[in-house]
């Protein structure tokens, strides 16, 4: 059964940092595409990062680009979202979801498999 199960998020105050953690069941990264989303209540849903099945390659929106760091560790099943400089902007539910697609450019608008969400609240 593919599963992913998200850990970390919480309460940071702005310019703090926060790392968010997706471990993988049922397969391995060198399947799947492993891209970062969130959401704000009224808000569609925003996909800001990914990382590529096949290598390294790492994709950023221009909203977190400098800030945020994707980043995987194949032995642990496990992708990290790093995320430093918070502002309150960036308040959300955060999810990560995996893509079976072949096209690494197709990360974040063709995921299979979502994880559970976790919340990130920044404030002071």
């Known amino acids: 059964q593919v599963q992913l199960v998200q850990s970390g998020g919480g309460l940071v105050q702005p310019g703090g940092s926060l790392r968010l953690s997706c471990t993988v069941s049922?397969?391995?990264?060198?399947?799947?595409?492993i891209g970062w989303f969130r959401q704000v209540p009224g808000k569609d849903r925003e996909g800001f990062s990914c990382?590529?099945?096949?290598?390294?390659?790492?994709y950023y929106a221009e909203s977190v680009k400098g800030r945020f760091t994707i980043s995987r560790d194949k032995a642990k099943k496990t992708v990290y979202l790093q995320m430093n400089s918070l502002r309150p902007e960036d308040t959300a539910v955060y999810y990560c979801?995996?893509?079976?697609?072949?096209?690494?450019?197709?990360?974040?608008?063709?995921?299979?498999?979502w994880g559970q969400g976790t919340q990130v609240t920044v404030a002071s």
């Open positions: 990382i590529s099945k096949e290598d390294d390659t790492t």
């Open positions: 049922g397969f391995t990264l060198d399947y799947y595409h």
């Open positions: 979801a995996a893509a079976a697609t072949r096209l690494f450019t197709q990360c974040l608008q063709l995921p299979n498999v």
